[in-house]
């Protein structure tokens, strides 16, 4: 139904990049928060990155300058390019659908998808 799907996460080396893809198929992604979180095993969920219905986007903190958000609207797509990976970017990365809101916060969206690792070695 709405649940987004997650890929594109796997073993990289510091320094390089990957990007992960989310399909929301079913979801209009125009309108629609589409966001991405991740959690490291013993941590809370962190807020990575989202883009608004009117293109704006939003990142964290210890992301910003290095990770950007995109939509593809035709294909119900969203993006996670991530540059200059460091290994504290180890973590489950989650696509997540939602109403605009706290967007930095989970519970300010609706779907979630089921993960995909990425991990970072130094």
């Known amino acids: 139904q709405g649940q987004p799907v997650e890929s594109g996460g796997k073993l990289a080396q510091a320094g390089g990049r990957l990007r992960l893809s989310c399909a929301a198929s079913?979801?209009?992604?125009?309108?629609?928060?589409m966001g991405w979180f991740r959690q490291a095993p013993g941590k809370e969920r962190e807020f990575v990155a989202a883009i608004t219905p009117d293109d704006g986007t939003f990142y964290g903190d210890s992301v910003k300058g290095r990770f950007t958000i995109s939509r593809d609207n035709a294909k119900s797509m969203a993006y996670l390019q991530m540059n200059s990976l460091k290994p504290d970017d180890t973590a489950t990365y989650y696509c997540?659908?939602?109403?605009?809101?706290?967007?930095?916060?989970?519970?300010?969206?609706?779907?979630w998808g089921q993960g995909t690792q990425v991990t970072v070695s130094s």
């Open positions: 079913g979801v209009t992604v125009r309108f629609f928060v």
């Open positions: 997540a659908v939602g109403r605009q809101g706290s967007l930095r916060l989970p519970g300010s969206y609706d779907y």
